[in-house]
Structure formats: C-alpha cells, structure tokens
C-alpha cells in the first residue's frame, strides 16, 4: 500500500513540476515577444469551409509594428488587405477602401487579438479572452487559445499556434460551425 502512495506522490509531483515548467517556458516565450519591435513575412492561408469541396487558398504578406498595428496583404489570388491600427480596421480589395471600428466587428475581434496580442508578448491580455496551453519548450512550442466567453464559444472552438523562439509558424483557427483556417508563417522578408 505505502509504494502504491509513494508512486502516487511522485506522479503528481511529476505533473506539477511539469507544469510549472511550461509556466515558466511561456513566461519566457512572452518575454522573448515582447521584444520585437516590428516583423515582415510572408504568409500562405488554406480556409476550409464546409460549402467547398476544396480549399481556398491565398498567399501574400504580413507586416506587425509593435504595439498594435498589424497588416495582412494578400498578394494572390487576388490583391487585398487588411489593416488594424489600434482599434481601426481598414480593408481594401477590389478597388474599394473601407475603414470600420473593431469593436463594430466583434466577430472578428478574437482572431485577430489571439495573433496580435501573442506577437506583443501579453500573457495577461491573452489570459482575459482566452484559457491558454502551453506545450513543448523555446525551440518548438504550441499555444493553444479556448475562449471564455460563451458568445465567443459560438464562433471558435480553438485557436492554435505555432512556432520556435520568437517566431510564429502557423496559426490555427478552429470554428465553432467546423470550418477552419490554417496559417503557415515563412520566413522573415528584408526590409
């Protein structure tokens, strides 16, 4: 009986040793986000939606300025993007330029806080939106964002993202309806 405790003890030892290291690694991870100032990459996005029998896929570029402006332009198939500056979200495609408050939007508000507020390193942002899980070390880690709230439930499951060090390399987004989005991150593009 006393072995069968001491192997008890010594897993939940285990566990809670474990978790305070990936604690620890994501305080790290944080830390090491909050330091970049700006990035420029290239992206590639697959949108599985359940009206299609394939996905649709675009390409083009990302440009983060620290604290909060962050820029997707889409290069292919068609020219479009998308800018938020603060709260401001501008979208320009097809000729068209259209500025709207986020807030407006808030269907749009948890995809694109999970990446801008990972990219500014703010764990207590996150942690207000989002239950968050830290998996795997500085090398390669995993982040995974389950939102809180029941009306945000409504529309995504699961946020997912990936990376190595300071750097994200794919960002996951799982939707309550079941369509989803996968985007792979390349490599920093010279200014």
Known sequence: MRNAGQCLFALALLVSLRAAAADSDL???????????????????????????????????????????????????????????????????????????LHDYPQFAPFVESVRTTLAGDRALLEQTFQLSFEGSLAHWTLALTPHDKKLQRLVRKIQIEGARDELQIVSILQADGDRSIMTIGSAIPP
């Open 27 to 101: 305080d790290r991870l944080m830390a090491l986000l909050a330091e970049r100032t700006q990035g420029h990459v290239s992206f590639v996005e697959q949108d599985y939606l359940a009206l299609l029998d394939r996905p649709v896929q675009t390409s083009g570029e990302l440009y983060y300025e620290r604290p909060d402006r962050l820029e997707k332009r889409t290069l292919a198939p068609r020219p479009a993007s998308l800018i938020l500056d603060k709260d401001n979200l501008t979208i320009e495609s097809g000729g068209r330029k259209r500025q709207v408050a």
